[in-house]
């Protein structure tokens, strides 16, 4: 069974892991309520995602939305990360995360895909780093107590 055509299975269940981890994430943000920032987070994802798509159409105008989406998305969560007063080491890893993928976003959009493996790396393990901050802080520790 595949849920990506054209994947092997464990990249298919890595994939779905990754969609739950992210939906857990949004779910238990404190972001999400505060329209003042969710806003302009969710803006840069749209052009993220728009960007993405005019560069593979190639189409004029994706390396710009990329760019400004990029900037969008790390001004933004630094700004929200620099209000937040009882910072975590989930707001840490999520900080990290973000910033990995926003200088993802950047090199795509200014054509400086050499560093680019490196820096989708890093971004990972920041992800997963995160995720399982995330679920030891919201499931398991909670348990322990």
Do not use: C
């Amino acid at each position: 069974m595949q849920l990506i055509p054209g994947s092997s299975f464990l990249t298919s269940i890595l994939a779905a892991f990754t969609a739950l981890g992210l939906l857990l994430l949004f779910w238990h943000s404190t972001i999400r309520r505060n329209a003042y920032f969710s806003v302009p987070l969710l803006l840069a994802l749209l052009g993220l995602n728009a960007g993405v798509l005019l560069i593979i159409l190639h189409w004029a105008g994706g390396s710009q939305l990329l760019i400004s989406s990029g900037l969008l998305l790390l001004l933004t969560y630094s700004w929200w990360f620099w209000r937040k007063t009882p910072k975590t080491r989930l707001d840490y890893l999520k900080l990290l995360w973000i910033a990995g993928l926003g200088l993802s976003v950047l090199l795509l959009g200014s054509g400086q895909r050499s560093i680019l493996p490196y820096v989708s790396g890093a971004t990972t393990l920041g992800f997963w780093a995160m995720l399982l901050e995330f679920i030891y802080v919201t499931y398991l520790k909670r348990r322990s107590k």
